[in-house]
């Protein structure tokens, strides 16, 4: 079933006001915490999901994929557990396994019941109440995990009918977890089967987010036949941006049997204005829907035509996602790292334009026959306006794809130069872009060459 998005003016007022009146928290130290409709972790850093969701509750074996996922950009997993209801049981020594391996692969973790799927239209779902008592077992494995871990009450907690009381199910769930002791970021998906074409939860997401006491709920959209234009995606996610409520896009495809999503709309839209995404789904998936997987047969280095739209197209995985802060790890630097000092004899006197470039290249990941490369421009002395760096390979590789850059090939010349956001660097900044190739026998490092205007 599928309605059009019209304006509201009223509504967006009024979640706005609703919002105001009971103000944001400041960052919360033991984990993940909301304010301004933004995400911070637990170093009161910004993080914005790029990930995928993983069925793991029917392929509990795939321990692998996130690693796998991990390797190819991701920085969250959202992981499909089971209460126990419809599937096998999710235990709790099985959870904790998650979330070590989530915390290994330096994963945010998002936890969510499938068991809640379509209720009130599907038969055997359970209601978001039994999804809480399944969260509270769990309690003793939660805790702790705050700056790791994201609750996500329950999926698509309703279908297209008997969905009227979302809101109170929801408040009633999240002031259950936090007297329970849960103190984690709690997701709240929306109802008709996930895609609120009702805007039920567009229009009560204000009162939800106020029932918490910790003022540290996200709302998740998925995103199928029902946002197939741009003006859908923009319109229904700016007003939750308007009024200054959590929003990421929970799920989405490239296709569905219920119409074709605008993917890439969704993945811009996103990408400008700071709003997390996860993909679904790596792989496993059937009953029709095969197509949405992103890996074969979980096969990282066989992704699908969507797998390579997520990971590594436009405003995909590879171009946008940073790792969370509280796995430690640092931002690029600004200025030359110390590991190339700056030269001990003095300039010329005739120095090359804008003070000239350098360029590193990396294989930061490898399989047979493949590879993943990623190139560093550095600015010299003088900033630059533009850089074009160039390489020759020893072995025959050829480059397949590529990412932040404009590429060409001759044979086994490579010539890439910068985009046009990329290309302007202040003295010692750095540009970074990335690609696949594949290689046979050898896969040695070539010598770069950089040449900057």
């Not at 109802?191 to 567009?202: I, L």
Request: with cysteine; glycine share 12%.
């Amino acid at each position: 079933m599928k309605t059009r998005l019209s304006a509201a003016g009223a509504t967006v007022l009024a979640l706005l006001v609703t919002v105001l009146a009971f103000g944001q928290p400041a960052h919360a130290a033991a984990g993940f915490s909301v304010a301004d409709g933004k995400l911070y972790d637990a170093n009161g850093a910004e993080f914005i999901m790029r990930g995928v969701n993983h069925a793991h509750t029917w392929y509990p074996q795939q321990t692998s994929s996130f690693a796998d996922v991990k390797a190819l950009g991701a920085n969250t997993v959202r992981v499909v557990l089971s209460s126990g209801d419809r599937w096998t049981r999710n235990t709790g020594a099985d959870v904790a396994n998650v979330i070590s391996l989530c915390k290994a692969n330096r994963l945010i973790c998002v936890l969510e019941v499938h068991d809640t799927t379509g209720y009130g239209e599907q038969s055997g779902a359970i209601t978001l109440a039994r999804a809480v008592d399944y969260w509270l077992s769990l309690a003793d494995v939660l805790s702790g995990q705050e700056r790791y871990v994201i609750v996500n009450i329950g999926n698509e907690p309703y279908g297209n009918q008997n969905y009227a009381s979302w809101a109170t199910d929801n408040a009633d769930a999240i002031k259950r977890l936090r007297a329970g002791g849960l103190t984690h970021t709690i997701m709240v998906d929306a109802p008709n089967w996930g895609q609120d074409w009702s805007f039920t939860m567009r229009d009560n997401a204000a009162s939800v987010f106020a029932a918490d006491p910790a003022r540290n709920t996200v709302f998740s959209v998925h995103m199928y036949g029902v946002f197939d234009t741009a003006a859908e995606i923009s319109d229904y996610l700016g007003r939750f941006r308007t009024a200054g409520l959590p929003i990421v896009v929970g799920e989405f495809g490239f296709n569905h049997s219920d119409g074709n999503p605008d993917e890439d709309a969704i993945l811009a839209y996103s990408q400008a204005n700071g709003i997390g995404w996860l993909g679904w789904s790596w792989s496993g998936n059937g009953g029709g829907v095969e197509y949405l997987d992103l890996a074969t047969n979980f096969n990282p280095a066989s992704l699908t035509d969507w797998g390579q739209r997520l990971f590594n197209g436009v405003n995909g995985i590879r171009q946008t996602a940073r790792e969370a802060s509280v796995f430690g790890g640092t931002p690029p630097p600004t200025t030359p790292p110390p590991t190339t000092p700056p030269p001990t004899t003095p300039p010329p006197t005739t120095p090359p334009p804008n003070g000239g470039c350098t360029a590193t290249y990396t294989v930061t990941n490898q399989w047979q026959g493949g590879f993943q490369g990623e190139v560093r421009v550095t600015a010299g002395a003088r900033a630059i306006t533009g850089w074009t760096a160039g390489w020759t390979f020893a072995n025959g590789q050829r480059v397949t794809q590529s990412w932040n850059v404009a590429l060409t090939s001759s044979g086994i010349t490579v010539t890439a130069r910068n985009t046009d956001y990329n290309g302007r660097l202040a003295a010692g900044a750095s540009a970074s872009f990335g690609f696949l190739g594949s290689w046979t026998g050898a896969n040695s490092l070539p010598v770069l060459s950089c040449t900057a205007s």
